[in-house]
């Protein structure tokens, strides 16, 4: 059942934005699974989006007195939502989005910028250890709540694990390797029903998040979807 009583018409421009924190992300989600109207209402804010951040500014000027309005609207944003139908909202939304400051990270991009980030600096693993027991005790001392972690198997190695902030809190971050590469599992205790992987790309990096028996989980690497999606699976089968 969908947490909201009605339609989350402000909440759809903060999950755009990339603005919400996983369990807001996943409430809104859910809402969207069973709820038509919503989706198409943010798939017309994907394409204004699309074709308004193609659109520069002619000038620095310009883009100065535009962030100027941005906040106005962003005040003002569930107001007209509540208050108008959908041609207004349709209206409203041209001009917030056309004035989204650009480069705002999303957790998709942060997830994946974790990632690289530990690549860049030779820093994958803080403990290396293929032993589960060794890597959930090393963990149980750097964090309150952390998810034991999955032994490799399946095409899977478990080389070790680190600690990472992300979407404001201290993780545990499992590392796997499938061939040459390096997959990064975040995981923390969640409230969150079940969610199946949904995968997304960031660049290179393919990014998946899903939930499984109370437990948030985000993936990325540069292997592919189905490798994802095939440890994903893995997991759940030990965890269940």
């Known amino acids: 059942m969908s947490p909201f009583d009605e339609h989350p018409r402000g909440a759809l421009h903060a999950y755009l ?4 924190s996983l369990e807001g992300s996943l409430e809104v989600e859910g809402h969207l699974e069973s709820c038509s109207a919503c989706r198409r209402e943010l798939e017309t804010f994907r394409a204004l989006r699309r074709l308004l951040q193609a659109a520069k500014p002619a000038a620095p000027e310009a883009e100065t007195a535009l962030m100027r309005v941005a906040r106005s609207v962003r005040t003002r944003r569930r107001r ?43 820093r994958t693993v ?39 902030s992300l979407d404001g809190r201290q993780v545990a971050t499992v590392v796997y390797q499938v061939r040459s590469h390096l997959v990064d599992v975040f995981a923390w205790p969640s409230s969150e029903r079940d969610m199946e992987p949904r995968p997304s790309v960031a660049g290179r990096w393919t990014v998946c998040r899903w939930s499984h028996r109370g437990v948030a989980y985000w993936m990325v690497s540069d292997a592919g979807t189905e490798d994802l999606k095939a440890l994903a699976a893995l997991i759940k089968e030990r965890r269940t």
């Open 17 to 20: 934005d990339g603005e919400l």
């Open 80 to 122: 007209v939502y509540a208050a108008s139908g959908f041609g207004a909202m349709a209206a409203a939304a041209l001009v917030a989005l056309m004035l989204i400051p650009r480069g705002t990270p999303g957790i998709v991009e942060e997830v994946a910028s974790v990632h690289a980030r530990a690549l860049d600096t030779g």
């Open 126 to 164: 803080e403990l290396a250890s293929d032993d589960p027991a060794a890597i959930e005790r090393w963990l149980s001392t750097r964090l309150a709540e952390p998810v034991p972690p999955t032994a490799g198997g399946d095409g899977f190695a478990l080389r070790g694990a680190r600690v990472d």
